[in-house]
Nanobody, 115 residues
Framework: QVQLVESGGGLVQPGGSLTLSCAAS????????MDWYRQAPGKQRELVAT???????NYVDFVKGRFTISGDTAKKTVYLQMNSLKPEDTAVYYC?????????WGQGTQVTVSS
């Protein structure tokens, strides 16, 4: 059975930093990419950053220069270093794996940015 476990969320003040981690276990055939998504209350889930199997990275505009995705798709681990956090970054953050035959989601970790 495939499991994605995220950790590292929490409460942080504006301007602070957090690092999210995601580790997947189970039989996942041919990982293509690993992503971080987020979903704020009352909003749709949105893509934040992507790490591809050739180690290239992509970011949405609102996190460029502040967030860094890293990891190893072969080991099924991915991280999201978040700096200069803003209240509008408050959301549940989800790890996502795009594999050849299936997509997989973690359970999410809450990030709250507030003074």
């Amino acid at each position: 059975q495939v499991q994605l476990v995220e950790s590292g969320g929490g409460l942080v003040q504006p301007g602070g930093s957090l690092t999210l981690s995601c580790a997947a276990s189970g039989n996942i055939f041919s990982v293509r990419a690993m992503d971080w998504y987020r979903q704020a209350p009352g909003k749709q889930r949105e893509l934040v950053a992507t790490l591809t199997r050739d180690s290239s990275t992509n970011y949405v505009d609102f996190v460029k220069g502040r967030f860094t995705i890293s990891g190893d798709t072969a080991k099924k681990t991915v991280y999201l270093q978040m700096n200069s956090l803003k209240p509008e970054d408050t959301a549940v953050y989800y790890c996502h794996i795009r594999a050849l035959w299936h997509d997989y989601w973690g359970q999410g970790t809450q990030v709250t940015v507030s003074s």
